[in-house]
């Protein structure tokens, strides 16, 4: 067995955490049926297997999930060495960092049922952490593809790679897991970073952390977007997206689970009035096809109405059936995986199919060392 190696590169914890006033009173979401009129037609897969890598549509998994055997460390597997960053607001020139009030949330606009108003955020210092996977296989010197994940430090991910790199099912790559800036949803420094319906995080990872990570832990990141990959859960799947989307000269990979593709975007912009809900609502459908690869999932009891608002854009599961339905009719390589049996950023969902989620976005990838 290998002990994995942790460099820690400098520790600051001031963290400052939102937590919205609903969330205690947060409704049970109700079952979803896979068969409901609107959803997308899908293979029915036996209990506990999941799709095939190399297949391309709907799949309907569950309703038990044996976690796969990736997923823990295994004798006889070399284990990468982990870097532990930090990022400081007051470095950064995107975000200098906000915060909602402790036990406050918003209230929906009069006028308009899908805008949220938030009086209550304000000015915040945050102290972020990035942690930096590099698999023991990586040539120091040598250019490497990379995938960079939301809501870090993700210790799961980092042993399905070593697992995965190891059998020459994905690149030799370099893992940079990102925590987010505090708090949740509208008003907050993480709603900010990724519900925000533009290419911005993108150019925070690119201008601010990418440089980083080079100097700071000797690796150096690909250029080339095919060679790079965006991943999350929740706001953070949107947020993996919507780097995607808007700087395709960046990323061409995705990979989502239960996605935030729903009305929650602050502050309101006229131009995509509707969030991310906008993705499967009209972005998608009436823009040119963008040379992207997108792995999503969805648990069956996935967020429904989680907030106050009520207008008819808050249902984490029709949200992910209509982007699979959009993505199909597009003709993009994507997967959907709806998932019984499963919540909201289910532990038991990730541990089944994360190592085939990953294995899915880098097919084509031109490396010699992946089947």
């Known amino acids: 067995m290998y002990s994995r190696t942790f460099i820690v590169v400098s520790a600051m914890c001031l963290v400052l955490i939102s937590l919205p006033a609903f969330a205690a009173q947060r409704p049970v979401p109700p079952t979803r049926d896979a068969d409901t009129p609107g959803y997308v037609q899908a293979t029915v897969l036996p209990d506990g297997a999941i799709p095939p890598v190399d297949s391309v549509g709907n799949f309907i998994v569950g309703p038990t999930h044996p976690a796969a055997p990736e997923m823990k460390v295994q004798e006889g597997v070399p284990q990468g060495m982990v870097h532990e960053l930090t990022l400081q607001s007051t470095d950064s020139k995107i975000y200098p960092g906000i915060a909602r009030e402790k036990d406050t949330f918003g209230t929906v606009d009069p006028t308009d049922p899908v805008k949220l108003v938030v009086t209550t955020s304000h000015p915040a210092p945050y102290t972020r952490k990035v942690t930096v ?36 099912r994905v690149p030799t790559m370099i893992a940079i897991s990102i925590g987010n800036g505090s708090g949740d949803a509208q008003g907050s420094q993480r709603g900010l970073e990724y ?10 990872v690119e201008t601010e952390v990418l440089p980083l990570v080079e100097a700071q832990c000797t690796v150096k990141l690909s250029k080339d977007p095919e060679a790079r990959a965006t991943m999350g859960c929740s ?6 997206m919507n780097m995607a989307w808007y700087r395709p000269d960046l990323y061409h990979r995705v990979l989502s689970f239960s996605g935030t593709f729903v009305n929650q975007q602050w502050p309101y912009n006229p131009e995509t009035p509707h969030g991310a809900w906008g993705f499967h609502e009209s972005i998608i459908p009436d823009s040119p ?9 969805v648990g069956d009891r996935d967020l429904l109405n989680p907030n106050v608002q009520r207008d008819d854009m808050h249902d984490w599961v029709l949200a992910n059936e209509r982007m699979a339905r959009v993505l199909a009719e597009k003709g993009y390589p994507y997967q959907f995986s709806f998932v019984q049996n499963a919540g909201h950023c289910d532990r038991a969902m990730k541990a089944q199919l994360l190592p085939q989620a990953l294995e899915y976005i880098w097919q084509g990838y031109p490396d010699p060392g992946a089947k």
Request: glycine content about 10%; aromatic content about 12%.
């Open 289 to 297: 096809m963008k040379p992207l690869r997108i792995w999503m999932s």
């Open 195 to 204: 519900d925000t319906m533009s290419g911005l995080y993108a150019e925070f």
């Open 133 to 168: 996977y590099v698999p023991k296989q990586y040539v120091p010197g040598t250019v490497a593809p990379f995938i960079v994940g939301a809501d870090g430090p993700d210790n799961a991910l980092f042993t399905v790679l070593d697992n995965l790199i190891a059998r020459g």
């Open 235 to 240: 706001s953070g799947a949107s947020c993996a």
